[in-house]
């Protein structure tokens, strides 16, 4: 689709100041089966924050993301 974002960034944090960027994906999110952005190694956070970098327009939108991790 032409207006989707076509590069993406997921980052974390323990405490909602201070975010490590985890993983980047440079394509479009476009399978309905959706698409899994493994991480480069296991990141500990509280909360989890997508950005979308670049696309056509000056919007984006996704319906949904699932983060997967290890209770420890």
């Not at 970098?53 to 209770?71: K, S, W």
Request: charged content about 25%; overall charge negative.
């Amino acid at each position: 689709a032409w207006w989707a974002a076509n590069k993406h960034e997921f980052w974390v944090s323990s405490d909602n100041v201070n975010w490590t960027k985890v993983a980047s994906y440079d394509d479009w999110l476009r399978d309905d089966n959706g698409v899994v952005v493994p991480l480069a190694e296991p990141a500990k956070a509280r909360y989890f924050k997508y950005v979308a970098t670049e696309g056509y327009d000056y919007y984006a939108f996704l319906a949904e993301i699932n983060v997967y991790g290890l209770e420890k």
